[in-house]
């Protein structure tokens, strides 16, 4: 006799599909909302459940949004990003880096997130603190580990590896991310995406390539 799928379900896959479910209405709320807008109630209705069930998992709006923020700073931590230190094509791994960088950056949710972590952060400073060092330093810090591989394989010259990190996202995003942040314009396109990182490339390696002894 065939078991009906049902009654395979474990109890802990059961909680973290609700956790899930919870979370995806909470965030259609706080991007569609802002945070101060939404409410429990109106989470717990955009998430199919009950509010009753949606203080099981989540205490408050505060901790809801610190999930998301913490499932945020997992995304850029495991999508795209190609940083082998022990591949030691400078350029091809800062615009595949830069690349993948900006298409999560400028995704259309990500604005969303930086506009109401924006808008938060004055008066929830934890928050803001939160998501710039699991979400933006850590970006920082994966480059900057790249980068000192490959300075002390003498390819790059570098005295501050983060400095050098934050210069090259920095020019990833030049003419991109704040049109797109605040609204200016749509999110740009594969094309805008690739011509700006390819000058991007062009500006670090002219700053830091290490140049020929002799």
């Known amino acids: 006799m065939t078991i009906p799928a049902v009654l395979t379900v474990h109890p802990a896959d059961e909680?973290?599909?609700?956790?899930?479910?919870?979370?995806?209405?909470a965030r259609r709320m706080f991007?569609?909302?802002?945070?101060?807008?939404?409410?429990?109630?109106?989470i717990a209705k955009a998430a199919g459940v009950s509010k009753g069930t949606l203080y099981v998992y989540f205490a408050d709006k505060t901790a809801l949004f610190e999930a998301?923020?913490?499932?945020?700073?997992?995304?850029?931590?495991?999508?795209?990003?190609?940083?082998?230190?022990?591949?030691?094509?400078v350029a091809g791994s800062l615009a595949n880096y830069g690349?993948?960088?900006?298409?999560?950056?400028?995704?259309?949710?990500g604005g969303s997130a930086v506009r109401t972590v924006m808008a938060i952060a004055e008066r929830m400073p934890d928050i803001g603190r939160r998501y710039y060092s699991t979400i933006?330093?850590?970006?920082?810090?994966?480059?900057?580990?790249?980068?000192?591989?490959?300075?002390?394989?003498g390819l790059l010259d570098i005295a501050d590896h983060e400095l050098a990190a934050e210069q090259f996202l920095k020019c990833?995003?030049?003419?991109l991310f704040l049109p797109f942040?605040?609204?200016?314009g749509p999110s740009p396109t594969p094309e805008r995406i690739a011509y700006v990182i390819d000058s991007a490339v062009r500006i670090f390696l002219a700053a830091y390539q290490a140049k020929p002894k002799g």
Not at 99 to 109: D, G, K
Not at 172 to 175: F, H, L, Y
Not at 181 to 184: E, F, G, M, P
């Open 172 to 175: 990833c995003q030049a003419t």
């Open 136 to 153: 933006i330093a850590g970006s920082i810090n994966r480059l900057a580990q790249y980068l000192a591989a490959q300075s002390k394989l």
């Open 99 to 109: 690349t993948a960088y900006m298409e999560l950056l400028c995704r259309p949710e």
């Open 31 to 42: 991007m569609t909302m802002g945070f101060d807008a939404a409410s429990m109630g109106e």
């Open 181 to 184: 942040v605040l609204q200016a």
């Open 68 to 89: 998301i923020v913490e499932e945020i700073a997992r995304i850029h931590g495991c999508i795209g990003y190609d940083l082998d230190l022990d591949n030691h094509d």
């Open 15 to 25: 909680e973290s599909s609700k956790r899930r479910q919870i979370l995806d209405g």
